[in-house]
Nanobody
């Protein structure tokens, strides 16, 4: 069994900062990519940022220059430092990983349970 456990969400004023963390645990052989998606009420889930095992990163245009994604391969964890937060960043943030189980042949998508980020204006 594989799990992604998130932490660090909460309520912050506009202009403030939050740091999200996610750790993968279980029967994991490798993790190709880890990242964060978000879903605001009435909207589709969207990619926020992702990072590969080789530390290549990808950011949504709306967060470039404000958010920074980082990864600790030894701990199977990923972090999202969010600065200069805006009201429009309010959403449930989901950790995501593309990983392969020990003994598995193919990678698959794994999701965390989600953590609420609320930015008050």
């Amino acid at each position: 069994q594989v799990q992604l456990v998130e932490s660090g969400g909460g309520l912050v004023q506009a202009g403030g900062s939050l740091r999200l963390s996610c750790e993968a645990s279980g029967n994991i052989f490798s993790i190709a990519s880890m990242g964060w998606y978000r879903q605001a009420p009435g909207k589709q889930r969207e990619l926020v940022a992702a990072i590969t095992s080789g530390n290549s990163t990808n950011y949504a245009d709306s967060v470039k220059g404000r958010f920074t994604i980082s990864r600790d391969n030894a701990k199977n964890s990923v972090h999202l430092q969010m600065n200069s937060l805006k009201a429009e960043d309010t959403a449930v943030y989901y950790c995501h990983a593309i990983l392969t189980r020990t003994g598995g042949l193919y990678g698959f998508n794994q999701w965390g349970q989600g953590t609420q980020v609320t930015v008050s204006s």
